[in-house]
């Protein structure tokens, strides 16, 4: 089992080291065009508050959430991701960010960082993928210190990949009291309209420490 869950792994940064050069076209992950932009800082700014919170983007690509929180947020970020190309390009493109996120290789279903340590880990478009996601889940939540916040977001794409708002929203219950939805279906959020489920889920500490979640980032 062990040496399949390896094999799993290396697979898979094999991959994403292919991907990692065109990566950033996408829209929401380039985050180029200004609008897209502004609608994810309007989204999750708000949700990591502040000032210089302990960020873990795990799964981070080519770091673009991670400057962003860190150019626009001035958060502490430090992220992890197993493709050594999408690492690189997070580093160049965090050169002259204050304060600069660090970054690491690793694998975030068990990253090497430090337990309580975090006040939000933040995963975009990972958990879906990881081979055991309750296992991933539960050390995700581990890295959270008293009082922190898990943000993720994932999807259930055309393309038959990804995982349901109500399967995330279960694992996320599993081990969460307080688990907020809303559906990100605005075009703003990827540069034209989707006709397939994509999300985030919210989940601080205690319910008193959701943040206009009706209307998180100001869209509905
Ligand atoms: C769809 S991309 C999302 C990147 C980034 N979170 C974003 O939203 O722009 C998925 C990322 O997860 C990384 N990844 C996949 N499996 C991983 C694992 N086991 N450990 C760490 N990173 C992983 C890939 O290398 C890739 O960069």
Redesign the pocket.
């Known amino acids: 089992m062990h040496g399949m869950l390896t094999r799993m792994?290396d697979d898979?940064?094999a991959m994403?080291?292919r991907?990692?050069a065109t990566?950033d076209d996408a829209p929401?992950?380039g985050l180029r065009d200004p609008a897209v932009r502004r609608a994810w800082s309007e989204l999750l700014l708000p949700l990591v508050g502040g000032p210089r919170r302990r960020v873990a983007?795990?799964?981070?690509?080519?770091g673009?959430?991670s400057a962003l929180l860190a150019d626009e947020g001035g958060h502490v970020v430090h992220g992890?991701?197993?493709?050594p190309e999408?690492i690189e390009r997070a580093r160049a493109k965090t050169e002259h960010v204050v304060p600069r996120p660090v970054f690491t290789v690793?694998?975030?279903?068990d990253?090497p960082l430090r337990s309580r340590a975090f006040d939000v880990v933040l995963?975009?478009?990972?958990l879906w993928?990881?081979?055991d996601r309750d296992s991933a889940l539960r050390r995700w939540v581990d890295l959270l210190a008293p009082g922190g916040a898990l943000i993720l977001?994932e999807g259930r794409w055309s393309t038959g990949a990804g995982m349901t708002a109500a399967e995330c929203t279960d694992l996320v219950r599993s081990l969460r009291d307080t688990v907020e939805l809303r559906m990100l279906d605005d075009p703003a959020y990827w540069g034209g309209t989707t006709d397939d489920e994509r999300y985030i889920v919210y989940s601080p500490a205690a319910p008193g420490n959701v943040p206009d979640v009706a209307g998180v980032g100001g869209r509905r």
């Open positions: 792994v898979s940064m994403w080291d991907e990692a990566f929401d992950h983007d795990l799964g981070c690509g080519t673009t959430l992890v991701d197993i493709s999408m690793a694998d975030a279903s990253p995963c975009r478009h990972v993928a990881m081979p977001i």
